[in-house]
């Protein structure tokens, strides 16, 4: 039981380069997030998914773009990467009964140069 | 809208003691308060979660308590083991219909040492 995978684990990207990241969850859950992880800032939320084909803003949504593929899966995606979006991010998924994150995969560590 | 204080942000113990890490909130209205424990590399995984309607929680080594009165909530780990240090944030949110944000501590490192 894998639970939540993220890829990639590690990326780099120049200023203005584009890419997604990748999340699955195999727990047939309906909710799943996008967090990202700053020194000193904690989590905050990018964007939520309440169930497969619906997505919502979360605190800190501008410059990504984010996908529901099915209910397994979703994407995150910066069009055009900053600095300030170095980070590490996070996806999680959670049970519907319990409707705020439960499971999280091992992150996304990504510098933008 | 909501804040959450946690403290201290560094908690080291000697293998078997107990350790306690609490927490404020400033909304009235919030109703959840899950802890979660990050290892070094991995992310938050939540460990125990406590609502309103109770005071306290236990599960084996690991117990919550909180007092909505004075709007905190603490963890509290007992005969701790190496394996128990990481990062552990505790969190708040309310639970109305829709989604509600859950607004996260800073985080408190544990150190359990031999």
């Known amino acids: 039981n894998a639970g939540v995978t993220q890829t990639p684990k590690f990326q780099v990207l120049k200023t203005g380069q584009s890419m997604t990241l990748q999340c699955a969850q195999d727990?047939?859950?309906?909710?799943m997030y996008w967090y990202r992880q700053d020194p000193g800032m904690g989590l905050r939320l990018i964007y939520y998914?309440?169930?497969?084909?619906?997505?919502d803003k979360g605190e800190v949504p501008n410059g990504y773009n984010v996908s529901r593929l099915n209910k397994r899966e979703f994407s995150l995606r910066l069009e055009s990467a900053a600095p300030s979006q170095t980070s590490v991010y996070f996806c999680?998924?959670?049970?519907?009964?319990?409707?705020?994150?439960?499971?999280f995969g091992d992150g996304t560590r990504l510098s933008i140069l | 809208g909501e804040n959450v204080e946690q403290h201290p942000s560094t908690l080291s113990v000697q293998e078997g003691d107990s350790a306690v890490i609490k927490c404020t909130y400033s909304?009235?209205?919030?109703?959840?308060f899950p802890w979660y424990k990050q290892e070094l590399g991995k992310g938050p995984q939540l460990i125990i979660d406590i609502r309103s309607n109770v005071g306290e929680k236990k599960d084996q080594r690991i117990a919550v308590t909180l007092n909505k009165t004075a709007k905190h909530f603490s963890l509290h780990i007992t005969e701790t083991q190496p394996e128990d240090s990481a990062v552990y944030f505790c969190?708040?949110?309310?639970?109305?219909?829709?989604?509600?944000?859950?607004?996260f501590g800073t985080g408190t490192r544990l150190l359990v040492s031999p």
């Open positions: 969190a708040a949110s309310r639970t109305n219909t829709g989604f509600q944000k859950l607004v």
């Open positions: 999680a998924s959670s049970e519907p009964a319990l409707k705020q994150p439960q499971h």
């Open positions: 998914s309440a169930s497969e084909g619906t997505t």
């Open positions: 727990m047939n859950h309906n909710s």
């Open positions: 909304d009235s209205a919030s109703n959840y």
